[in-house]
Structure formats: structure tokens, C-alpha cells
């Protein structure tokens, strides 16, 4: 089914915080087969893009203790769109709280990804991501 609210919509990522980020690494890459993407970032700042199969990806932060993370995990929900700046606007119409604003980025990982993202808060403050992948367009 098409959304007709957010142009180009689907999933894209779930974003995940890792106590052990090595541990997450391996726990997905050999334990469950998913393909490595990309990686950025240093020590605690480390991220990684990895792939369940099918282009559907999970990123993995290096941030937390496992105290911090008792009841959450996740970070946000990332929903792929064409258009993040109407999805933007589409959610806050709808009630969604603002966090950051449409922006492009530039992921520097072992190849420079183009990025437009923004960020919203939904009904139960949970954060949803309007990921654009420029280097596809």
C-alpha cells in the first residue's frame, strides 16, 4: 500500500544502542548474518550501518551502560522518504513535536553518504527519523 501523506515512504532503519558495541557488532554480523554497510566514528562515538538482508538496516551506537539502557534500547525509527521536508511538515501537522528540522548531513563513513534528515516526536515522545539517501537521487 502506497502512503499518500509521505512521498516515497518506507523503512529504512532502526537505530540501536550498543553497551558493548563490539559485542552488538558480532552478535549480528556472524551470529545472525547481516551484512556490513558502512561504519563512522571513534571509541564511545562509533556507529555502524548493518543489513538484515533485503535493505533493511539497523545502525548501532557505541553510547550507554546497560544500567542506562534497561527499558531502551532503541534510539529512533527511521522512515525512508523522497521528500523528508513534507514528511517533516506532514507530522507536525499531525502533532508531532518538533527535535531538529529538515537538514542535509554528509555520513563520513569508509564512502561519503549524502543525507536530508529531520527528527519528530510522536504521540508517546518516540523519536521518528525522515531519512533521505541523496546518493540515490
Known sequence: M?????????????????????????????????????????GDGRAAMIDFG?????????????????????????????DPDGAYEAALKAGAKPVDPPKDVTIQAEDELPVRIAFVKGPDDEILEFFCDKSKN
Open 2 to 42: 502506497e502512503n499518500t501523506v509521505i512521498k516515497g515512504a518506507g523503512f529504512h532503519h532502526i537505530a540501536l544502542y550498543a553497551s558493548d558495541f563490539d559485542k552488538t557488532m558480532e552478535f549480528y554480523l556472524k551470529g545472525l548474518g547481516c551484512g556490513y554497510i558502512r561504519g563512522w566514528g571513534e
Open 54 to 82: 533485503g535493505g533493511n538496516l539497523i545502525e548501532v551506537f557505541a553510547k550507554g551502560s546497560k544500567e542506562e539502557q534497561q527499558n531502551a534500547r532503541f534510539i529512533h525509527l527511521a522512515i525512508a522518504t523522497t
